[in-house]
């Protein structure tokens, strides 16, 4: 999706759209939640027709809401999903008890960072379902992630907009750079240390080929 066509979207639709790309990136669907967020956030400092505050809460709301959907999605049906069609969206199974390793021993952690490395960002609230984390530490973790990254993303790129309404857009576009590259950096140290990861993950769950179904009178138990 190219940022014209959400820049384009931010300004017919304002606040809904930066609320829809964070929330349904979430809960696990690929989109550019985040790239959203900076564009708002560029576009309030540029123009001043959004208020910076309100872009900050809503996509707080938006990642706390899309999480927890994407959390009850995989407590009820996450290990389905993710044999059927987790291998179209780079599921696969090593990855997922990769997964299981990191919950199992820093879960709150995990659903912490995630928040600001991309590609977690969009699973990890999904996985944290499908390998039972418990409810309560996650949603501590996940509202506590939230409001961090949604101010610290929407404050920051605002304070560029609104000096490249100054010193011109390429100050803007520069900002935007910044921001993928460093998005590359970091998927490129998680891809490093994955191997890792595997070796760690295979070692502790041996007879697993990807984390188990949650038992029915475990979900019963969280209703």
Same mark, same amino acid.
């Given at each position: 999706?190219?940022?014209?066509?959400? @820049?384009?979207?931010?300004?017919? =639709?304002? =606040?809904?759209?930066?609320?829809?790309?964070?929330?349904?990136?979430?809960?696990?669907?690929?989109?550019?939640?985040?790239?959203? +967020?900076?564009a708002a956030a560029l576009y309030a400092g540029s123009t001043h027709r959004l208020n910076i505050a309100v872009i900050a809460a809503v996509a707080a709301g938006a990642a706390?809401?899309?999480? @927890?959907?994407?959390?009850?999605? %995989?407590?009820?049906? !996450?290990?389905?999903?993710?044999?059927?069609?987790? #291998?179209?969206?780079? +599921?696969?199974?090593?990855?997922?008890?990769?997964?299981? =390793? +990191?919950?199992? #021993?820093? !879960?709150?952690?995990?659903?912490? =960072?995630?928040?600001?490395?991309?590609?977690? #960002?969009?699973?990890?609230?999904?996985? *944290?379902?499908?390998?039972?984390?418990?409810?309560?530490?996650?949603?501590?973790? @996940?509202?506590?992630? *939230?409001?961090?990254?949604?101010?610290?993303?929407?404050?920051?790129?605002?304070?560029?907009?609104?000096?490249?309404?100054?010193?011109?857009?390429?100050?803007?576009?520069? %900002?935007?750079?910044?921001?993928?590259? +460093?998005?590359?950096?970091?998927?490129?140290?998680?891809?490093?240390?994955? #191997?890792?990861?595997?070796?760690?993950?295979?070692?502790?769950?041996?007879?697993?080929?990807?984390?188990?179904?949650?038992?029915?009178?475990?979900?019963?138990?969280?209703?």
């Amino acid at each position: 999706m190219s940022l014209a066509l959400i @820049n384009h979207l931010l300004q017919s =639709y304002g =606040y809904l759209a930066v609320f829809v790309f964070i929330a349904v990136e979430s809960l696990g669907v690929p989109m550019p939640g985040e790239t959203t +967020l900076i564009a708002a956030a560029l576009y309030a400092g540029s123009t001043h027709r959004l208020n910076i505050a309100v872009i900050a809460a809503v996509a707080a709301g938006a990642a706390v809401i899309g999480d @927890n959907i994407g959390y009850w999605i %995989g407590r009820r049906g !996450g290990a389905r999903l993710a044999r059927r069609y987790g #291998r179209h969206v780079g +599921l696969t199974p090593r990855r997922l008890k990769v997964g299981r =390793y +990191l919950f199992d #021993r820093h !879960g709150g952690t995990v659903v912490f =960072y995630s928040r600001f490395i991309s590609g977690l #960002r969009t699973y990890a609230a999904f996985i *944290a379902g499908m390998v039972a984390m418990r409810r309560p530490g996650f949603v501590v973790a @996940n509202a506590a992630g *939230a409001l961090v990254w949604a101010p610290a993303i929407a404050f920051g790129a605002y304070g560029l907009g609104g000096a490249a309404s100054g010193l011109g857009s390429a100050l803007t576009f520069i %900002g935007v750079g910044v921001s993928i590259a +460093l998005s590359v950096v970091v998927g490129l140290l998680v891809k490093r240390s994955m #191997r890792s990861l595997e070796a760690r993950a295979d070692a502790a769950y041996p007879d697993e080929q990807a984390p188990a179904p949650v038992p029915v009178a475990e979900l019963a138990d969280t209703r």
